[in-house]
């Protein structure tokens, strides 16, 4: 595996990849990989990646003052080891530095979709994953990049991007990785005490709660929404951030009956800060209102 950390030599690498017919796919990541981000190597190769590029960047634009930059989980060496182990050809550890030159101060601003739940919460943090994400995208120049559905509105805000830029790659977005109990696999669950990490899976618990529900004709979102509400609540020491039911491309609540639903939420376990979503297929619902 090619380990590179400058622009130039990623650029290099890329073009010389490129020149002998590979097609390259891209998994970007903030590192402390997990079974999720892994298979996200896989499914790339399986759309047909012949060159399989990871970067590893934890980008400072994304995280507010207040929030977890310095402490997220970092490990260099199990990284790469994990990344050998799935024969990935490169990896890109840029620098903040080289991300982000003195004086660089272009934003993109992401779509609409940004705006509800975690943009409400976490005001600017859809344009800092934007940013970095079209600038890897500069740089790489895959023709596939892949994203896990764990993190369903930044999915979505990348779509909207790739769209509305006319960016030429095509999106692969890859199911949520789980642990038994659940839990969906997340870098920051390395944060959790052996006493938090025991109540988290009651996130997923209520998101399937709501599903139930849903698949059974329960309409009033409202209600669907209060029945998450309570699961949770069986659960000491976890505190709902947000529970709700949107509309996989808008993320504002679904008006139309005959498109798929995203489950979304977000808990407080002590100081971490956990999501998850699920979605509900199109017509599985008879109706919602
Ligand atoms: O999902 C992540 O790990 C990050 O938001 C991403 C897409 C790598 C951008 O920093």
New binding site residues.
């Given amino acids: 595996m090619l380990n590179v950390r400058t622009i130039e030599e990623m650029r290099a690498a890329v073009n010389a990849a490129r020149t002998h017919g590979a097609t390259i796919g891209f998994v970007?990541?903030?590192g402390f990989l997990h079974d999720g981000h892994l298979s996200l190597i896989d499914e790339a190769r399986a759309a047909g990646a012949t060159f399989i590029v990871v970067?590893i960047?934890?980008?400072p634009l994304?995280f507010a003052p207040n929030e977890d930059f310095e402490r997220y989980p970092r490990d260099e060496a199990r990284d790469t080891e994990l990344l050998e182990g799935r024969n990935v050809d490169l990896l890109f550890l840029p620098p903040v530095a080289a991300m982000y030159p003195a004086g660089a101060s272009t934003i993109v601003k992401a779509g609409d979709v940004a705006a509800p739940l975690e943009g409400e919460r976490r005001p600017g943090h859809f344009d800092?994953?934007a940013t970095?994400?079209l600038k890897?995208f500069n740089i790489v120049q895959p023709d596939i990049a892949a994203?896990?559905r764990k993190?369903a509105q930044?999915c979505a805000v990348?779509a909207r991007m790739v769209r509305d830029l006319d960016l030429p790659l095509t999106l692969l977005l890859g199911e949520t990785v789980r642990e038994s109990d659940g839990l969906a696999k997340s870098?920051r669950n390395s944060y959790l005490s052996a006493d938090e990490r025991k109540r988290a899976p009651a996130l997923h618990r209520a998101l399937r709660a709501g599903e139930e529900a849903l698949r059974h004709g329960i309409e009033d979102v409202a209600a669907v929404e209060q029945l998450m509400r309570k699961m949770i609540a069986e659960t000491d020491g976890v505190d709902v951030d947000y529970l709700a039911l949107v509309d996989p491309e808008t993320f504002l609540a679904p008006l139309d009956r005959r498109r798929e639903v995203i489950l979304a939420g977000a808990v407080r376990v002590g100081k971490t800060r956990l999501i998850d979503n699920i979605v509900v297929p199109r017509g599985t619902p008879p109706g919602i209102d």
């Fill in positions: 970007p990541t903030m970067s960047f934890v980008n994304q800092g994953v970095i994400v890897l994203f896990g993190d930044q990348i870098s």
